[in-house]
C-alpha cells in the first residue's frame, strides 16, 4: 500500500464550479499535512498546510479527518487558472521527511 | 516569500559525462535540503537528505556513489549525477526546509536529458 494516496483525475471542472477531493494516508500517526500544487513541468509550490480543525484560504477549503486518514481539498468557483496538479503531502513525524501523493489532476474548462 | 533556485534549469549531455546541479536558498539558511526525483505523471520521490556540513543521507535504492551530493555551505547543495545514462533522464528538485517555519520551499526543477 502506498503511503499517500490520491485519485489521479483527471478532475473536469467548468469555471465557476466546486471540485473536491481527497487523499488517504497510511501512517496513522501522521503530523503534519500540506496541499501543493504543481503546474505542468514546474516545481510544486505549498498552497496550503492543513490543521486539524480544518482551514480556509480564500476559495480553498481543508479538511483533515484522523479517524479515517484522510485530509480533502475543496475549491470553490474554479478559476481557469486552478487547472494544476494538486499534490498531497504527508510528514510522519515532526521535522522528519515529506511523503507525497502522485497528485490529482483539475483541469478548469471555460 | 523564501526562494529557492536550482541550476541549470535544463541539460542535455550524453551517456557517461557527469552532470552537476546547484540548488541555492536565497533568503534563509538551510541546514537541511533535499534532492527528489520525478518522473512524467508520478510522485516526487525522495533521493537523499542533504545536511550540512555531513554526509547526505541517501533513501534505499539510491546509488550514493552515482548520485554525489555536497553540502559545503548553509545556502548551497549540489547533486552530481556521475557517468549518466539514459535512464536518468529525470526531473530533479531540490527543496530548502525553512528551519523557522518547518516548511519546505522547492527549487523550479532541472530537467535532464541523457542522451
Known amino acids: 500500500r502506498k503511503e499517500v494516496e490520491q485519485d489521479p483525475g483527471p478532475f473536469n471542472v467548468p469555471e465557476g464550479a466546486t471540485v473536491a477531493f481527497n487523499c488517504t494516508y497510511s501512517?496513522?500517526?501522521?503530523?503534519?499535512f500540506f496541499w501543493y500544487r504543481q503546474d505542468c513541468r514546474k516545481e510544486p509550490k505549498l498552497l496550503m498546510s492543513?490543521?486539524?480543525s480544518g482551514n480556509e484560504d480564500g476559495r480553498f477549503t481543508a479538511q483533515l479527518n484522523r479517524a479515517s486518514q484522510y485530509i480533502s481539498l475543496l475549491i470553490r468557483d474554479s478559476k481557469l487558472s486552478d487547472s494544476a496538479t494538486y499534490l498531497c503531502?504527508?510528514?510522519?513525524?515532526?521535522?522528519?521527511?515529506?511523503?507525497f501523493g502522485a497528485g490529482t489532476q483539475v483541469v478548469v474548462t471555460p | 516569500g523564501a526562494v529557492v533556485s536550482q541550476h541549470p534549469s535544463r541539460v542535455i549531455c550524453k551517456s557517461g559525462t557527469s552532470v552537476k546541479i546547484e540548488c541555492r536558498s536565497l533568503?534563509?539558511?538551510?541546514?537541511?535540503m533535499f534532492w527528489y526525483r520525478q518522473f512524467p505523471k508520478k510522485s516526487l520521490m525522495l533521493m537523499a537528505t542533504?545536511?550540512?556540513?555531513?554526509?547526505?543521507?541517501?533513501e534505499q535504492g539510491v546509488e550514493k556513489d552515482k548520485f554525489l551530493i555536497n553540502h559545503a555551505s548553509l545556502t548551497l547543495s549540489t547533486l552530481t549525477v556521475t557517468s549518466a545514462h539514459p535512464e536518468d533522464s529525470s526531473f530533479y528538485i531540490c527543496?530548502?526546509?525553512?528551519?523557522?517555519?518547518?516548511?519546505?520551499?522547492f527549487g523550479p526543477g532541472t530537467r535532464l536529458l541523457v542522451l
Open positions: 527543496s530548502a526546509r525553512d528551519p523557522g517555519w518547518e516548511t519546505q520551499y
Open positions: 501512517n496513522s500517526a501522521s503530523q503534519s
Open positions: 492543513v490543521y486539524s
Open positions: 503531502v504527508v510528514r510522519p513525524e515532526s521535522w522528519g521527511k515529506l511523503q
Open positions: 533568503d534563509f539558511q538551510a541546514t537541511t
Open positions: 542533504s545536511n550540512e556540513g555531513s554526509k547526505a543521507t541517501y
